[in-house]
Nanobody, 115 residues
Framework: QVQLVESGGGLVQAGGSLRLSCAASGNIFSINTMAWYRQAPGKERELVAR???????NYADSVKGRFTISRDNAKNTVPLQMNSLKPEDTAVYYC?????????WGQGTQVIVSS
């Protein structure tokens, strides 16, 4: 089992910044991928950014150049730095952990970007 706890969501004005963090605990496998997804009201959950245990990253086109995902393997944390936020970034953001044995999700953290 892997437990994920997200933090850092909140209300911000357009153009502002937020930093989300995901802390993983439990049976963390050394080779894994962690990611941030988001789900806006009435829409499907979508990938925002992901990072492998080796540090390879990829981003949704909509956030490239504005969001940065990183990880601290020693602490099992995955921050998501979000800059130049737009109202369309408003969503519940979820942390996801995946390895060869399974996939786990956090409970989500709300991000609201006001115009």
């Amino acid at each position: 089992q892997v437990q994920l706890v997200e933090s850092g969501g909140g209300l911000v004005q357009a153009g502002g910044s937020l930093r989300l963090s995901c802390a993983a605990s439990g049976n963390i496998f050394s080779i894994n991928t962690m990611a941030w997804y988001r789900q806006a009201p009435g829409k499907e959950r979508e990938l925002v950014a992901r990072i492998t245990s080796g540090g390879s990253t990829n981003y949704a086109d909509s956030v490239k150049g504005r969001f940065t995902i990183s990880r601290d393997n020693a602490k099992n944390t995955v921050p998501l730095q979000m800059n130049s936020l737009k109202p369309e970034d408003t969503a519940v953001y979820y942390c996801r952990y995946g390895d060869g044995l399974g996939v786990y999700w956090g409970q989500g953290t709300q991000v609201i970007v006001s115009s």
